[in-house]
């Protein structure tokens, strides 16, 4: 005997709707779903959602459990998670080729696998399900990140949510941090009349804003003692930031640094960038692939009165050049070619690398090499385990803070499944910056695809 649970929740950007597909012809009385949670964290509009939906097979036979999401293109979906009965089963992010391949086999076989797959010109489809033995339960935890676009003068989160019965626990939680502060902020749902919508909960301050929408099983239900959910559409943020005040920004997209360098509406304060290279042996193959793809991108947003220069390190540490250069088209033609020429080597350093980047900046400063009225960065480029030199994390993340003392902002890309991905994002927070993972097997390609439509599009931007 079969039954079928589908649930639908997503938070992707204005436009990318598809049509759901349930199955209506398959009774799933016996599949309790008694908890739907979305919450979407979103940073300087990138936005990192965790879904997690909890069923209950109340039946007295083991039966098929299904868990199925669209889920916009753009996303990248970082982790998947089954826990059945207490156990956990963590699922590999592959990428998409190989993983359909895997997929076929692991069916033919009998195993549990889920898959993305097009459903759409812009939707993509996640499925997976899992034959669940009489009264066990089953958690599905599935995370995707995605860069939000503007358009129309705002950006738009939407959820859209379909549970198709009463949940005992409904909760939709969106967290926004803008750093340029908000300039509106407003929650719609097209399943909710005026009244209901008293019922989500929104505070907003400068630069925060918490939206949240926990309706209880009556306030779910569409009358009185009726079975049916009122829960049936989207749920809508839509946002603006504060124009104004923008600087030089940075914006991170799906493991790429994405680039605000030129808001539209002010003359922008110039930037200095030291790039960090890891080219450590570990780095071989598509991660080192991945870091130049990465420094490509990047380069193409520098402007011409911005500076930059390029630390290469392992055991030990190369500069390009001794100082900051101008990010002319004839300087970043000649870092190009150096980048190119990176071979992995050696172990990492990763203390007094960002140590010689912190002193470049300065020297800059000091020797009037560069404007005086700039913007400092740094952005590391790892797949650090520091395993030379200074190899204590602890004292790395106090010795960086201190040489950097408020005055740079450092950016963090950890490369690869083996990253010592906290320490990054510790460290990142700490200076003013952010972190942010690659996974090896992911899809390369259609990352830096990616890159190109929330840089360029001046209306993106405007
Ligand atoms: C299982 O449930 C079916 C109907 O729901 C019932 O007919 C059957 O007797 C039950 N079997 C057992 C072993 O409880
Ligand atoms: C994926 O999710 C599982 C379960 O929540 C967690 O244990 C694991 O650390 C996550 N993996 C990553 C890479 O975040
Ligand atoms: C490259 O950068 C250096 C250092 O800022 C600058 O002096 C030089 O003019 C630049 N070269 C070109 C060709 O733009
Ligand atoms: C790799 O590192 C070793 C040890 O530091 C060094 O002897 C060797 O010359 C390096 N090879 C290259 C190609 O840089
Ligand atoms: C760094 O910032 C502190 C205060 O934020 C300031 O006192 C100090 O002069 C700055 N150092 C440099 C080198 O700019």
């Given at each position: 005997?079969?039954?079928?649970?589908?649930?639908?929740?997503?938070?992707?950007?204005?436009?990318?709707?598809?049509?759901?597909?349930?199955?209506?012809?398959?009774?799933?009385?016996?599949?309790?779903?008694?908890?739907?949670?979305?919450?979407?964290?979103?940073?300087?509009?990138?936005?990192?959602?965790?879904?997690?939906?909890?069923?209950?097979?109340?039946?007295?036979?083991?039966?098929?459990?299904?868990?199925?999401?669209?889920?916009?293109?753009?996303?990248?979906?970082?982790?998947?998670?089954?826990?059945?009965?207490?156990?956990?089963?963590?699922?590999?992010?592959?990428?998409?080729?190989?993983?359909?391949?895997?997929?076929?086999?692991?069916?033919?076989?009998?195993?549990?696998?889920?898959?993305?797959?097009?459903?759409?010109?812009?939707?993509?489809?996640?499925?997976?399900?899992v034959n669940i033995a009489a009264l066990s339960s089953v958690v599905f935890t599935l995370t995707y990140e995605e860069l939000l676009?503007?358009?129309?003068?705002?950006?738009?989160?939407?959820?859209?949510?379909?549970?198709?019965?009463?949940?005992?626990?409904?909760?939709?939680?969106?967290?926004?941090?803008?750093?340029?502060?908000?300039?509106?902020?407003?929650?719609?749902?097209?399943?909710?009349?005026?009244?209901?919508?008293?019922?989500?909960?929104?505070?907003?301050?400068?630069?925060?804003?918490?939206?949240?929408?926990?309706?209880?099983?009556?306030?779910?239900?569409?009358?009185?003692?009726?079975?049916?959910?009122?829960?049936?559409?989207?749920?809508?943020?839509?946002?603006?930031?504060?124009?104004?005040?923008?600087?030089?920004?940075?914006?991170?997209?799906?493991?790429?640094?994405?680039?605000?360098?030129?808001?539209?509406?002010?003359?922008?304060?110039?930037?200095?960038?030291?790039?960090?290279?890891?080219?450590?042996?570990?780095?071989?193959?598509?991660?080192?692939?991945?870091?130049?793809?990465?420094?490509?991108?990047?380069?193409?947003?520098?402007?011409?009165?911005?500076?930059?220069?390029?630390?290469?390190?392992?055991?030990?540490?190369?500069?390009?050049?001794?100082y900051l250069s101008k990010a002319t088209q004839q300087n970043i033609t000649a870092a190009q070619s150096f980048v190119k020429r990176?071979?992995?080597?050696?172990?990492?350093?990763?203390?007094?690398?960002?140590?010689?980047?912190?002193?470049?900046?300065?020297?800059?400063?000091?020797?009037?090499?560069?404007?005086?009225?700039?913007?400092?960065?740094?952005?590391?480029?790892?797949?650090?385990?520091?395993?030379?030199?200074?190899?204590?994390?602890?004292?790395?993340?106090?010795?960086?803070?201190?040489?950097?003392?408020?005055?740079?902002?450092?950016?963090?890309?950890?490369?690869?499944?083996?990253?010592?991905?906290?320490?990054?994002?510790?460290?990142?927070?700490?200076?003013?910056?952010?972190?942010?993972?690659?996974?090896?097997?992911?899809?390369?390609?259609?990352?830096?695809?990616?890159?190109?439509?929330?840089?360029?599009?001046?209306?993106?931007?405007?």
């Open positions: 005997m079969w039954s079928v649970v589908l649930l639908w929740l997503s938070c992707v950007p204005a436009g990318l709707q598809a049509a759901a597909v349930y199955r209506r012809d398959v009774p799933h009385q016996k599949v309790e779903v008694y908890s739907v949670t979305l919450d979407c964290t979103v940073t300087s509009r990138f936005a990192h959602t965790v879904m997690t939906s909890k069923a209950l097979n109340k039946a007295n036979s083991s039966q098929e459990i299904f868990f199925d999401v669209d889920l916009p293109k753009t996303a990248f979906i970082t982790n998947f998670s089954m826990e059945i009965d207490g156990q956990l089963y963590v699922g590999n992010v592959k990428e998409k080729e190989k993983a359909k391949k895997q997929y076929d086999k692991a069916v033919s076989s009998g195993q549990t696998a889920g898959l993305v797959k097009a459903s759409g010109r812009k939707m993509e489809k996640f499925s997976v399900s676009q503007r358009k129309l003068g705002h950006y738009e989160i939407l959820t859209r949510v379909k549970p198709q019965q009463l949940v005992q626990e409904f909760k939709i939680v969106v967290n926004i941090f803008e750093p340029q502060g908000l300039a509106f902020v407003e929650a719609e749902a097209s399943f909710l009349t005026n009244d209901l919508l008293l019922l989500v909960d929104k505070t907003v301050t400068d630069k925060k804003a918490h939206i949240s929408f926990t309706p209880t099983l009556e306030q779910q239900r569409t009358c009185p003692g009726c079975e049916g959910s009122i829960i049936d559409g989207d749920f809508i943020i839509k946002y603006d930031v504060k124009r104004e005040k923008s600087l030089g920004e940075i914006q991170i997209s799906n493991g790429y640094f994405v680039h605000f360098f030129a808001p539209p509406d002010l003359p922008r304060v110039p930037v200095n960038v030291v790039f960090v290279i890891d080219r450590s042996g570990s780095m071989s193959g598509i991660k080192m692939q991945q870091t130049k793809e990465a420094l490509k991108a990047i380069f193409d947003d520098l402007h011409e009165e911005d500076h930059f220069a390029l630390i290469i390190f392992d055991n030990k540490i190369i500069k390009w050049r001794k990176i071979k992995d080597n050696g172990s990492t350093d990763v203390n007094s690398a960002l140590q010689e980047a912190v002193k470049m900046l300065k020297n800059g400063h000091r020797k009037n090499t560069i404007p005086e009225r700039s913007t400092d960065m740094i952005i590391l480029l790892t797949d650090g385990n520091p395993n030379s030199g200074e190899s204590s994390i602890p004292v790395i993340q106090k010795n960086i803070q201190a040489a950097i003392a408020g005055n740079m902002s450092l950016f963090c890309l950890g490369f690869g499944n083996d990253v010592d991905y906290s320490f990054l994002d510790v460290m990142a927070r700490e200076n003013l910056g952010l972190a942010r993972r690659i996974f090896e097997g992911s899809d390369a390609g259609l990352q830096v695809q990616q890159l190109q439509s929330p840089l360029l599009l001046p209306g993106n931007l405007a």
